[in-house]
DNA sequence: TTTGAAAATATCGAAAT
DNA sequence: ATTTCGATATTTTCAAA
């Protein structure tokens, strides 16, 4: 991850549809150059995938909520069988696992509140493992797209 | 949004940068169509944008956690100078707006355990406008890249 | 890394279904 | 309204320098 890299990077994540050429106009390299260090930092896994934003109200999903969960016995196996029940449900967009208090924050989505309520009611309440969970609906959610790196460590 | 540009928008958000080509060849229509189609979305919001998803870790953010702040007094001027502020960190990826006994989830990340600590007592402890906040850290966090849309409510 | 050339793709207007 | 066609511009891609 050279200065090249990163700055490829940044403008990967601003708009992961532009081409290469400009990429490579932009950071000043030539395309088949700006090409082949794509190639590897998608290999490496430094590029994990390109993926459309999409208006969430346009996906019929115009409420949002966090659920703060908290599950016993924090075992592997029901901690493993947890996450992969959560991963199927529709509604469950993103899953944090976390240390402290609540176990699992999960980010849901629904059409509105009686979906949400619903949805609740049927895939939280009745989990044997559940032993507690607080739902925060959200008013507002902004996601930074373009993320630089952070500094190295001074030795 | 009828079938075909869900189905366009299935596909750009498993991968941004496939070639309209093969977007239209993979739903079945004309290259022309699905170019003109995906422009609309565009147009239209539904589509908001094309971002490369890296890895934390080579941004040197190999240490994620979750910050519950609660302010007051929780005015429009306060809660949205709080907002600007935060965006404003390079820590910061992600702020969810709720309802109930937090008033903000902060998603942050740093090169490890010292900086986010660090970053903790320099940006959040001393803000006057902090009544409480409660960090915890994320041990795993994952997140669906696709999302289709959830079914029509029933009249 | 770059150059250069061929293959693939994007793009647009016009005509057709 | 969508598609097909054709024509051109642009881009991708790779072999070779």
Redesign the pocket.
């Known amino acids: 991850m050279d200065e090249?890299d990163s700055a490829i990077v940044r403008l990967l994540q601003e708009d992961a549809r532009q081409?290469?050429?400009?990429i490579a106009r932009k950071v000043g390299?030539?395309?088949?150059?700006c090409?082949?260090?794509i190639r590897l930092l998608r290999k490496r896994g430094v590029i994990r995938g390109y993926h459309a934003d999409i208006d969430l109200n346009a996906l019929n999903r115009g409420v949002q909520a966090i659920v703060a969960a908290q599950i016993r016995p924090l075992t592997r196996d029901v901690v493993d069988a947890f996450e992969r029940s959560l991963a199927q449900l529709p509604e469950v967009i993103s899953v944090f696992t976390i240390a402290g208090s609540d176990d699992f924050l999960v980010h849901v989505t629904a059409q509105d509140i009686d979906h949400l309520h619903a949805f609740l009611l049927e895939r939280f309440t009745s989990r044997r493992e559940m032993v507690t969970f607080r739902t925060s609906i959200i008013y507002q959610h902004h996601s930074k797209q373009v993320l630089d790196p952070l500094p190295e460590v001074r030795h």
Do not use: G, H
């Open positions: 090249l081409s290469n050429r400009d390299i030539a395309p088949s150059t090409l082949e260090r």
